[in-house]
């Protein structure tokens, strides 16, 4: 059996990162290509551009703010067009995954990824999402390589809304459980191979990790403090995560977030969010320890995220409602199989049902959670 794991090539995090930036660009080439969402380019770019000043040329690219394929392919053309040697993503998911997707379709330039908030673990994954002209997800694109360079300012990241780490740390919890199963369950990871031992370790930590300093790095990013809890939790939602889902595997958690984006009312949600609802369902899904389910959603409220079909702005959904979420994560080739186990329709609807209902229970005090320790 032949196992395999990816990383980003240099990971660096901390308050004021980005000024260490200009010390590692210059071994990847002598021009950059930037690319910044649109929203947070007035106070980011200039900050990018002291920071790395001397250090590269640098090259703007008018990025219209969605990861559409043709706008990934623009991004490649003006890459090659004037000789830039990486690309430098900057923002939240649609600015890096554009960068991916131009570094993609280029071939020659490398990817340098500064994340200014962290709702997912996508920083140092080579994994981009492409969507349609009318904005609708139409699929995944894997890159070549993962990013040559990710920079994480813990200080930006501590003052953007708490609601973007809360989204975060939902995805990164999902990643033991889901890398468990699908090691369990013999699948091939994202590099075509079976997990190493290293991936399941790293899985591990990042759930240990978020359960212990997750709600408290919340409150800190509530106030702006890059504190040691909130450092943490970073590592732990960027790092760990991605190595623990690109080298471990996705499963049920995430194929029930593919189902429910197919419902009008989440488009709005984050990614984490819907994983959130997801990874509960799937819980009840593997028939999970008792202990387990009042852990998660205990966390899960303290991280103040979707417990119920409510909380994702669904109220009351009927069956048939559920089965269009159900019928899309049961597409072939979807991660909700890297299970163990086989499920069918039912199955699937059944462990949604019964997060929603344990959710509104809590919520009313009607449930009993289990002590700690």
Same mark, same amino acid.
């Given at each position: 059996?032949?196992?395999?794991?990816?990383?980003?090539?240099?990971?660096?995090?901390?308050?004021?990162?980005?000024?260490?930036?200009?010390?590692?660009?210059?071994?990847?080439?002598?021009?950059?290509?930037? =690319? =910044?969402?649109?929203?947070?380019?007035?106070?980011?770019?200039? &900050?990018? #551009?002291?920071?790395?000043?001397?250090?590269?040329?640098?090259?703007?690219?008018?990025?219209?703010?969605?990861?559409?394929?043709?706008?990934?392919?623009?991004?490649?053309?003006? =890459?090659?067009?004037?000789?830039?040697?990486?690309?430098?993503?900057?923002?939240?998911?649609?600015? #890096?995954?554009?960068?991916?997707?131009?570094?993609?379709?280029?071939?020659?330039?490398? @990817?340098?990824?500064?994340?200014?908030?962290?709702?997912?673990?996508?920083?140092?994954?080579?994994?981009? =999402?492409?969507?349609?002209?009318?904005?609708?997800?139409?699929?995944? @694109?894997?890159? +070549?390589?993962?990013?040559?360079?990710?920079?994480?300012?813990?200080?930006?990241?501590?003052?953007?809304?708490? +609601?973007?780490? $809360?989204?975060?740390?939902?995805?990164?919890?999902?990643?033991?459980? /889901?890398?468990?199963?699908?090691?369990?369950?013999?699948?091939?990871?994202?590099?075509?191979?079976?997990?190493?031992?290293?991936? &399941?370790?790293?899985?591990?930590?990042?759930?240990?990790?978020?359960?212990?300093?997750?709600?408290?790095?919340?409150?800190?990013?509530?106030?702006?403090?890059?504190?040691?809890? @909130?450092?943490?939790?970073?590592?732990?939602?960027?790092?760990?995560?991605? #190595?623990?889902?690109? $080298?471990?595997?996705?499963?049920?958690?995430?194929?029930?977030?593919?189902?429910?984006?197919?419902?009008?009312?989440?488009?709005?949600?984050?990614?984490?969010?819907?994983?959130?609802?997801?990874?509960?369902?799937?819980?009840?899904?593997?028939?999970?320890?008792?202990?387990?389910?009042?852990?998660?959603? /205990?966390?899960?409220?303290?991280?103040?995220?979707?417990?119920? %079909?409510?909380?994702?702005?669904?109220?009351?959904?009927?069956?048939?409602?559920?089965? #269009?979420?159900?019928?899309?994560?049961?597409?072939?080739?979807?991660?909700? %199989?890297?299970?163990?186990?086989?499920?069918?329709?039912?199955?699937?609807?059944?462990?949604?049902?019964?997060?929603?209902?344990?959710?509104?229970?809590?919520?009313?005090?009607?449930? $009993?959670?289990?002590?700690?320790?």
């Amino acid at each position: 059996m032949i196992v395999s794991a990816v990383f980003p090539s240099r990971y660096i995090q901390g308050r004021e990162a980005l000024q260490e930036m200009k010390h590692h660009l210059a071994a990847l080439g002598g021009s950059a290509m930037l =690319v =910044v969402d649109p929203g947070i380019a007035e106070w980011m770019m200039p &900050r990018t #551009i002291k920071a790395i000043a001397g250090a590269v040329e640098l090259e703007f690219f008018d990025f219209a703010g969605e990861p559409e394929e043709n706008e990934m392919r623009r991004l490649a053309a003006a =890459v090659a067009a004037r000789g830039c040697d990486m690309v430098i993503g900057i923002g939240g998911g649609k600015a #890096i995954d554009t960068a991916k997707g131009g570094v993609h379709f280029c071939g020659t330039a490398t @990817l340098v990824v500064v994340p200014t908030i962290v709702a997912s673990d996508a920083p140092c994954s080579k994994n981009a =999402v492409v969507y349609a002209a009318d904005h609708s997800v139409m699929g995944s @694109l894997h890159g +070549r390589a993962n990013p040559a360079l990710v920079v994480v300012d813990t200080q930006i990241i501590a003052a953007a809304p708490s +609601r973007f780490l $809360s989204s975060g740390v939902a995805d990164g919890l999902a990643t033991w459980f /889901e890398a468990r199963s699908s090691i369990a369950a013999g699948r091939c990871n994202f590099t075509g191979y079976r997990a190493t031992c290293t991936a &399941r370790a790293i899985a591990r930590q990042c759930y240990d990790t978020l359960i212990s300093q997750g709600p408290t790095a919340l409150l800190h990013c509530d106030i702006g403090l890059a504190s040691p809890a @909130l450092e943490e939790v970073v590592e732990a939602t960027t790092l760990m995560s991605t #190595i623990g889902f690109e $080298s471990g595997g996705l499963a049920a958690a995430h194929g029930f977030h593919q189902g429910l984006s197919e419902w009008q009312e989440t488009c709005e949600l984050l990614h984490g969010e819907k994983v959130a609802f997801g990874l509960l369902a799937s819980l009840f899904l593997i028939n999970e320890s008792k202990d387990v389910i009042d852990e998660t959603f /205990e966390f899960f409220r303290a991280m103040r995220l979707p417990l119920t %079909f409510s909380d994702l702005g669904v109220e009351n959904p009927t069956d048939d409602k559920l089965r #269009i979420a159900v019928r899309r994560m049961m597409k072939p080739g979807e991660c909700t %199989f890297n299970e163990p186990l086989e499920y069918e329709e039912y199955d699937y609807l059944s462990a949604m049902q019964a997060a929603d209902q344990y959710g509104r229970a809590l919520r009313t005090g009607s449930v $009993s959670l289990s002590p700690r320790g």
